[in-house]
Structures are given as C-alpha cells and as structure tokens.
C-alpha cells in the first residue's frame, strides 16, 4: 500500500468562506490526478493549524460514491464515482 501525505500550500484569504473556496478550486483543478483525494480537503488558520475546516461534504452514499458538494449544503447530496 502506498502512503498517503499531506501538502500544505500556505495562501491569504479574506476569511474561512474564501479560504475554502480557494482550496476547494485548487482541489478539484488538480482531481485528474489519481493521487488526490479532493474530498478530504481541509483549510486550516496558519496560527491554529491543528483546526481544520472541511471544504466538501464528501459524506458516502449508496453504491461506494460520495457527496461532491461543498459542506453544509442545502438539499440532497450529489454523487460521484469512488477511485
């Protein structure tokens, strides 16, 4: 099995709604890759790195996919193929 790692990219952002969209566009820019889980993006403060703030719901659903959207959103989840 391969290990997984962790890239930390420090960036600025107005605040957490922006900071999670920026790396909720980097993610899913980069989701060609088969090596990134763009479902378990997190954003982080720089001063309080041990608090993480998810940027997709990613919640599983039937038949292996999970949910695409970001978190906290309204309505139903919506789907996509597990790799």
Same mark, same amino acid.
């Given at each position: 099995?391969?290990?997984?790692?962790?890239?930390?990219?420090?960036? =600025?952002?107005?605040?957490?709604?922006? $900071? +999670?969209q920026?790396?909720?566009?980097?993610?899913?820019? %980069?989701?060609?890759?088969?090596?990134?889980?763009?479902?378990? =993006?997190?954003?982080?403060?720089?001063? $309080? +790195?041990?608090?993480?703030?998810?940027?997709?719901?990613? %919640?599983?659903?039937d038949?292996?996919?999970?949910?695409?959207?970001r978190?906290?959103?309204?309505?139903?989840?919506?789907?996509?193929?597990?790799?």
């Amino acid at each position: 099995m391969t290990a997984r790692w962790v890239a930390h990219l420090p960036f =600025t952002a107005a605040d957490l709604p922006a $900071a +999670q969209q920026f790396a909720g566009t980097l993610a899913r820019s %980069l989701s060609f890759l088969s090596e990134v889980d763009a479902g378990e =993006t997190t954003v982080s403060a720089e001063d $309080a +790195q041990g608090v993480r703030h998810r940027v997709f719901c990613d %919640l599983p659903l039937d038949g292996g996919r999970r949910c695409v959207r970001r978190v906290g959103h309204d309505g139903g989840c919506a789907a996509r193929r597990c790799r």
